[in-house]
């Protein structure tokens, strides 16, 4: 079993960074895939991007060019540096992870309890 902790989220202006931190409670060298979450109130739980042991990066097309999604094996935390952040971008980010691959939130087999990101305008 590994547990999932994020850190990092909080208030932020438009147009600002943030750097959200994922830390898990065992090693992460057998962890194929994570990934970054986010739900925003009324709406679906939606990828944000994912990252395989090896370092292949996937990102949903809202956050391509300004968000990058990174992982420490040898400190078994996964990172996700926001800039340029939008209003829209507000909602609670949650870390997964799956020793396999995932296709879909589904097949992430450990979740964190998220933390909230809020960019005012």
């Known amino acids: 079993q590994v547990q999932l902790v994020e850190s990092g989220g909080g208030l932020v202006q438009a147009g600002g960074s943030l750097r959200l931190s994922c830390a898990a409670s065992?090693?992460?060298?057998?962890?194929?895939?994570m990934g970054w979450y986010r739900q925003a109130p009324g709406k679906q739980r939606e990828l944000v991007a994912d990252?395989?042991?090896?370092?292949?990066?996937n990102y949903a097309d809202s956050v391509k060019g300004r968000f990058t999604i990174s992982r420490d094996n040898a400190k078994n935390t996964m990172y996700l540096q926001m800039n340029s952040l939008k209003p829209e971008d507000t909602a609670t980010y949650y870390c997964?992870?799956?020793?396999?691959?995932?296709?879909?939130?589904?097949?992430?087999?450990?979740w964190g309890k998220g933390t909230l990101v809020t960019v005012s305008s």
């Open positions: 997964a992870a799956t020793r396999g691959f995932a296709l879909t939130p589904r097949d992430m087999n450990y």
């Open positions: 990252i395989t042991r090896g370092g292949s990066t």
């Open positions: 065992a090693s992460i060298f057998t962890i194929n895939h």
